[in-house]
C-alpha cells in the first residue's frame, strides 16, 4: 500500500476543502453571521418560504431554525411575510439581507472561477462529476 503523500490528490483535495472552508466563512464573519447563516440567505434569495419548508430544505428543524432566524431577524436580513399563493406565514429576505446574500454569492462564484478558471466546460462538467462520485461513495 502506498504511504500518503502531501502529493497525492486526496490530501490535496483535503487541503483545498479547509483553505475553501477558511475562506467561504471570512465575509460570514465580517458581517457578524455564523456558519450556516448563508445557507439560510441563498435559500430565501431565491423566493419567500415557509419556516417548515426551509427546515426542511436545510434539514433542520423549526425548533433547531427558530433561535438562527430570530437573530437574523432582529438583524434586519429577514422578514415574516405571506409567501406563495396561499399567502401562508413565511420568510423573505429584507433589502439588507438580499446585499449581503450578493456579497456572499459573489465571494463564492470567485473561488468556484478559481477552482475552475482553467478548466474548460467538458472539464468542469466531468471534475464536478467525478467530486459528486467521489462524496457519494464516502457517504456509503
Given at each position: 500500500m502506498a504511504r500518503p503523500s502531501s502529493r497525492s490528490a486526496l490530501y490535496?483535495?483535503?487541503?483545498?476543502?479547509?483553505?475553501?472552508?477558511?475562506?467561504?466563512?471570512?465575509?460570514?464573519?465580517?458581517?457578524?453571521l455564523e456558519?450556516?447563516?448563508?445557507?439560510?440567505?441563498?435559500?430565501?434569495?431565491?423566493?419567500?418560504?415557509?419556516?417548515?419548508?426551509?427546515?426542511?430544505?436545510?434539514?433542520?428543524?423549526?425548533?433547531?431554525?427558530?433561535?438562527?432566524?430570530?437573530?437574523l431577524a432582529s438583524r434586519d436580513f429577514i422578514t415574516r411575510q405571506a409567501v406563495g399563493p396561499e399567502l401562508e406565514p413565511g420568510l423573505a429576505l429584507t433589502e439588507r439581507g438580499l446585499?449581503?446574500?450578493?456579497?456572499?454569492?459573489?465571494h463564492w462564484a470567485q473561488l468556484e472561477e478559481a477552482l475552475m478558471g482553467e478548466l474548460k466546460t467538458k472539464q468542469r462538467k466531468k471534475f464536478s462529476d467525478a467530486l459528486g462520485r467521489f462524496v457519494d461513495l464516502l457517504r456509503l
Open positions: 490535496r483535495l483535503i487541503e483545498a476543502g479547509q483553505l475553501a472552508h477558511k475562506a467561504l466563512l471570512l465575509p460570514l464573519v465580517e458581517k457578524g456558519p450556516g447563516d448563508d445557507a439560510i440567505l441563498f435559500v430565501l434569495g431565491r423566493a419567500g418560504i415557509t419556516e417548515a419548508d426551509l427546515a426542511h430544505e436545510l434539514g433542520l428543524t423549526t425548533d433547531m431554525l427558530a433561535t438562527r432566524l430570530e437573530r446585499r449581503i446574500r450578493n456579497v456572499l454569492a459573489d
